[in-house]
């Protein structure tokens, strides 16, 4: 039976493969079951029995994530909790976190998330797309940190992938302008409407005008021959980021901080996303994922594919009981 969710139907079909009884609950939720020695366990999308539902509540709430982490000595980027916007205001007017970052406490793939903000003026403009709800909103600003981004998959006492990724761009022809290098990136064959193919759209939004604008360009611009442009700061693959494998290639000490930083908060299995800059060797967590996508890891655009959904399951049926 097929699963409406890649990572669903991976975790599915790593069952079937290892011998262990799985049967489809419900296809719409991707709820499956696992039949693991004398005990069954319920797994739904990539959200696992092992993580306990507090954990989980403080994954899903970056600021909580952030307050656990700094108790443990665990390094992220400095960031401030504001509720409107015209405290928003007073606090970068204060502070002068520039560069900044501005997202909201809670979401994924990079929604509403705006990186490298460099003055009030930018800043400002910005505000309406984070605060966009009446009232109070929990939005946090944060120091922009440098570096490679990186996205850590964490299965119990170790790392099963590490994937590098690279924010949207496009790469000049000579010929084509941004606009269109933008429509070939999508009829690319590898991208996909969603997570079914290693890469994703790139969708033409504010987001992509604001990083053109920072360079200099607009959608009619002509970038020079193999000229690299990038349209987004967040590396995300939902938003058109570039996926590769380099789970080979990452310095142990960055491996183990993903698997400290996942135990701080009480989680067993879980999506790292952090920053490493190569010249000062420091890592910083920006966050963690309770529900981890992992086709990325079995589908990257560059590198050796890792079969995470192997290292899961045997996981949960050797910790079922």
């Avoid at 693991?36 to 959200?47: A, M, W």
Wanted: net charge positive; with cysteine; glycine share 6%.
């Amino acid at each position: 039976m097929k699963l409406n969710s890649e990572s669903s139907q991976l975790i599915f079909d790593a069952a079937l493969k290892s011998g262990v009884g799985v049967k489809v609950i419900s296809r719409r939720l991707n709820l499956i079951r696992l039949y693991c020695k004398e005990k069954d366990l319920f797994v739904r999308g990539t959200s696992f029995p092992v993580n306990s539902q507090t954990s989980c509540m403080i994954a899903n709430n970056k600021f909580l994530t952030k307050k656990v982490l700094k108790s443990e000595n665990i390094l992220m980027p400095k960031s401030w909790l504001v509720r409107t916007p015209s405290e928003a205001k007073r606090l970068i007017l204060k502070k002068k976190i520039y560069p900044c970052v501005l997202k909201p406490t809670r979401g994924a793939h990079g929604h509403k998330v705006y990186v490298n903000i460099n003055s009030f003026d930018e800043f400002n403009k910005l505000l309406p797309f984070v605060f966009t709800k009446p009232g109070r909103n929990s939005v946090l600003i944060e120091e922009y940190v440098e570096g490679s981004d990186y996205r850590l998959l964490v299965v119990g006492d170790r790392v099963s992938a590490v994937m590098e990724r690279i924010p949207a761009h496009v790469i000049g022809d000579g010929v084509s302008n941004i606009g269109e290098l933008i429509q070939q990136f999508n009829k690319n064959p590898l991208v996909g409407k969603k997570y079914e193919k290693p890469l994703c759209k790139i969708i033409i939004n504010a987001e992509v005008g604001r990083n053109l604008d920072k360079q200099g360009m607009n959608f009619t611009d002509i970038p020079k021959l193999k000229k690299k442009i990038f349209l987004r700061q967040n590396a995300n693959i939902s938003t058109g980021g570039i996926g590769f494998d380099v789970t080979d290639n990452v310095c142990q000490s960055v491996k183990d901080l993903a698997i400290k930083a996942t135990k701080a908060i009480g989680m067993v299995i879980s999506g790292v996303d952090l920053i490493y800059n190569k010249k000062t060797k420091k890592a910083y967590i920006l966050e963690i994922n309770d529900t981890p996508g992992i086709d990325i890891h079995h589908y990257p655009a560059f590198g050796k594919p890792r079969l995470v959904a192997d290292d899961i399951v045997k996981y949960l049926v050797d910790n079922s009981l």
